[in-house]
């Protein structure tokens, strides 16, 4: 793979293109000095040969002007692209469409990519983009790192639309984060309501590795809407080697039922742990919320509960 750079209207295009080539590791062929963007394509054709895809970043404004229809006309014929992607932000609502169609009339859009779809905006202008365009969506974006862009799933995509959440790309990244067995355990507790300390902690791990917990807790049906309080979505780093270092200092009693730590306990565990009480009360304050979470999750029932069946049984297809 190879990424190309010809937005040569944007001052910071370039340089943009030249850190996520950087950051992902894959060859960029740019030139900061040329004007005419047809001029660097062809001036790196032969050494594009190479490769096997070519992603190549053009300019595009909200109002295409005439210079610019003529410069995608060119490059359209000059380089005969495989796929024409239009990009689309969720908040740009029905302007979409006329600026849709007058991509369409000037490349031939094959498909959409719809990004920031973290945001409150749900894309309904993408949907217009694809009906002029008659091309689908591909892609998806839901924030600003790398990582964040994700095939598109029509199923996933209309549970955002309608505010459902989207239990399959959830399921995608629980099935990375933590065994099936791990997966089948913690369910089963979860809808029993046991919930402890050692619970919290695992949980933690297992939604650090699966990625900010907002964007976790986004795709479960419902959760989008309820109010989380901030602290159970955050999973600092290094918070959870204190916390490790906090629950050495607990007997088991105290890690199965977190209700029994009194101030002078508090302050023997700090002590034993080398922190300070008010990281022990933090800690402890980070339980009470997390169970009332599961408590609300619980109540929650059916969507929970064949969503955890499904992790369980490993039923996770990629589309
Ligand atoms: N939150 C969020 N931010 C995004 C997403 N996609 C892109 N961004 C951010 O939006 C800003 C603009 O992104 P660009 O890729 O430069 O947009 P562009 O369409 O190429 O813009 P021009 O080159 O000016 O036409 C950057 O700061 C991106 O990090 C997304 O899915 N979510
Ligand atoms: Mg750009």
Known sequence: ??????????????????????????????????????????????ELKKFDIIIIDTAGRDALSEDLVQELKELNSTIRPVE???????DIGQAAESQAQKFHDTCGVTGVIATKMDGT??????????????????????????????????????????????????LEKAKGAISEEEAEDLSKRFLKGDFTLIDLYNQMLAMKKMGPLNKVMEMIPGM????????????????????????????KEELEDPEKISASRIDRIAKGSGTKPSEVRALM??????????????GKGKNMEKMMQKMQKGQIKMK
Not at 84 to 90: C, D, K, P, Q
Not at 128 to 154: L, M, R, W
Not at 228 to 249: A, C, F, N, T, Y
Request: aromatic share 4%; proline share 6%; with cysteine.
């Open 224 to 251: 989008s809407q309820m109010k989380i309080p901030k602290e159970v979505l955050q999973v600092q780093e290094g918070k959870l080697e204190v916390w490790r270092h906090i629950m050495d200092s607990m007997t």
């Open 84 to 90: 024409n992607l239009l990009v689309i932000s969720a």
């Open 285 to 298: 304050k980070q339980y009470r919320q997390a169970k009332k979470l599961t408590k609300m999750m619980k």
């Open 1 to 46: 793979v190879a990424l190309v750079g010809l937005d040569v209207h944007r001052p910071a295009a370039m340089d943009q293109l030249e850190q996520i080539a950087k950051k992902v590791k894959v060859p960029v062929f740019l030139d900061k000095e040329e004007k005419d963007p047809a001029r660097i394509y062809k001036d790196n054709e032969p």
């Open 121 to 170: 905006a749900k894309a309904g202008g993408a949907l217009s983009a694809c009906a002029v365009t008659e091309a689908p969506i591909k892609f998806i974006g839901t924030g600003e790192n790398i990582g964040d862009i994700e095939p598109f799933n029509p199923e996933g995509f209309v549970g955002r639309l309608l505010g459902m959440g989207d239990i399959e790309a959830l």
